[in-house]
């Protein structure tokens, strides 16, 4: 079983940045093997990716939302990996979770509690 666990949410003005962590734990969750992504859900809308990194963390990829705004990366040294958010605007307001990823399709069975973000205009 994997725990994820997010944080680094909170409340921020438009155009604001915030960085997200998530730290990966688990009996036999070799972290650095697997490529890992964000993801985000807003109220009464279904969760949706953000981005993701190769287990590496050599490439990346980002919802055209969030292109050149969000910056994805990992220390696989510390089961880690980030989110930095810049030029937030309202409509990144949600809850943003991370998990194990294929593409832009979560691949892990279960959800951390994770991290709101609220950004005001």
């Known amino acids: 079983q994997v725990q994820l666990v997010e944080s680094g949410g909170g409340l921020v003005q438009a155009g604001g940045s915030l960085r997200l962590s998530c730290v990966a734990s688990g009996r036999t969750f070799s972290f650095s093997t697997y490529a890992m992504g964000w993801f985000r859900q807003a109220p009464g809308k279904e969760r949706e990716f953000v981005a993701g990194i190769s287990w590496s963390g050599g490439s990346t990829n980002y919802a055209d939302s969030v292109k050149g705004r969000f910056t994805i990366s990992r220390d696989n040294a510390k089961n880690t990996v980030y989110l930095q958010m810049n030029s937030l605007n309202p409509e990144d307001t949600a809850a943003y979770y991370c998990?194990?990823?294929?593409?832009?399709?979560?691949?892990?069975?279960?959800w951390g509690q994770g991290t709101q973000v609220t950004v005001s205009s």
């Open positions: 998990n194990r990823v294929r593409g832009t399709i979560p691949t892990g069975g279960s």
